[in-house]
């Protein structure tokens, strides 16, 4: 990464309230379950990294860009980046649109969880509410693509994200993207259309396999990392980073190929994986804002997703760098 004056990450997307409730099991249609414990939390992958990143200790700056209701969702959002060291001057109210959240239920006994999700005013963030003018961040990370109708739609033979990251890029930030694990009819090609303006795309095998049209096997790193080049092929700049619940990998542009297994961890220890993924890439974005070697990036990548686990909510159990990095002496890793 070529050196710059600019610091610092602009987290720009999703913006959402999560309610996590913990329940006993998931239940099959017309039947009951039992909420056991529920808490409010950040949620939506640019709020998550902002989170992660501030739990982290970072020293750059960090700031949101993004649209919520002005209503006790949207100002309880933005009280929240604020006493986090969050800048809030591109987070826009709207009058007109609930603040998105989502209803996260997290089974107690295996920590997977399903969710209920509520768009709102995300589905109204635009290229105007994003003013590269206004910020000297050296990152712009942006999420879920498949979660912002607006940036989803199409203008001109290409995605309105399109554009906002060719708008990035040409103010001179390095375009980081994640993408939502959902079922759009229109998924490959809006992943597509994005692709070219893209330099750090970090999604999971589930968003990868969509993207190229297969259903991938998670713990297969090989067919992984092919499948990563095969998004280099596809417009990708710098790297491409797909992780799963057993590991990660990544493909770089001039020509290394990197695997990480996940940690080893016990029995019990997740809490829930609401957040992991987020987690994970926050890891990759500090390791990529303080110019790691990319193994190390994937290191504390994993590191950073195994320390969310120990809570069900998607950053409260995130730590200091040096604290997530100790994980991996303490577990150690698995096979991948």
């Known amino acids: ?20 409730k913990v329940i006993d099991a998931y239940p099959a249609q017309d039947m009951l379950a039992s909420i056991l414990s529920e808490s409010r939390s950040n949620g939506g992958g640019p709020y998550n990294v902002l989170r992660d990143l501030a739990a982290m200790k970072v020293e750059f700056p960090l700031a ?15 009280r929240d980046c604020q006493n986090h060291r969050i800048d809030v001057s ?101 992943a597509l259309s994005a692709l070219p303006m893209i330099d750090h795309l970090t999604i999971n095998e589930i968003e990868a396999g969509l993207t190229v049209g297969e259903v991938i096997d ?22 491409v980073t797909i992780h799963t619940e057993y590991g990660a990998v990544c493909a770089t542009a001039d020509g290394l190929r990197l695997k990480q297994p996940s940690l080893k961890l016990p ?20 390791g990529l804002h303080e110019r790691f070697e990319i193994q190390e990036r994937l290191r504390l990548a994993v590191c950073c997703a195994a320390a969310c686990l120990q809570d069900p909510t998607p950053s409260k159990g995130l730590r200091p760098v040096k604290d997530c990095l100790a994980l991996a002496d303490q577990f150690g890793f698995g096979e991948f």
């Open 90 to 190: 591109l987070l826009h109210l709207s009058q007109d649109y609930p603040t998105s959240y989502t209803d996260a239920m997290t089974v107690q006994s295996t920590g997977r969880r399903t969710f209920f999700h509520c768009r709102g005013a995300n589905a109204y963030f635009d290229v105007k509410h994003c003013s590269f003018s206004k910020t000297n961040a050296r990152i712009l990370h942006l999420g879920y693509l498949m979660l912002l109708d607006r940036l989803d739609s199409f203008e001109g033979g290409q995605t309105v994200a399109a554009k906002l990251l060719f708008n990035a890029r040409s103010a001179g930030l390095e375009t980081s993207v994640d993408m939502c694990s959902a079922m759009h009819p229109e998924f490959r090609e809006i």
């Open 1 to 20: 990464m070529p050196k710059t004056s600019r610091q610092g990450v602009l987290a720009v997307g999703n913006f959402i309230v999560d309610y996590v």
């Open 218 to 239: 998670p713990k297969n790193s090989g067919w992984l990392l092919r499948t990563a080049e095969q998004l280099l092929s596809l417009g990708v700049k710098q790297t």
């Open 64 to 78: 949101a860009c993004g649209l919520v209701g002005n209503d006790p969702n949207g100002q309880w959002i933005k």
């Open 267 to 286: 029995v019990g220890y997740s809490k829930g994986a609401t957040g992991a993924g987020d987690a994970f890439a926050a890891g990759m974005l500090f």
